[in-house]
């Protein structure tokens, strides 16, 4: 009897992912930050120095951006409100 190999995705704690979602006018980058998994992402922004550092501590891998993503403090916004409006 022949066994089928299954595709397993490991998880590794040690991978971390950066993915630029913009760079505002007042020198600030919003980025998302993953770590083991992309798909699973917070959201974060730092001035353009700290973002820097931030990289060079993680020892990310820059992930390229998401087509049509939009605007990350219209997304924030959203995501929000949707919370207090489940609470009532």
Do not use: K, T
Not at 12 to 33: T, W
């Amino acid at each position: 009897m022949r066994q089928q190999q299954q595709s397993v995705s490991v998880f590794d704690a040690g991978r971390r992912y950066v993915r630029i979602c913009g760079r505002r006018a007042d020198g600030f980058v919003e980025f998302e930050f993953s770590i083991g998994d992309p798909e699973l992402a917070v959201e974060l922004m730092l001035p353009e120095s700290a973002f820097h550092e931030f990289c060079l501590a993680n020892e990310v891998i820059m992930l390229d951006p998401l087509a049509g993503q939009g605007d990350w403090v219209s997304r924030l916004n959203d995501a929000s409100r949707q919370g207090f409006e489940d609470a009532v």
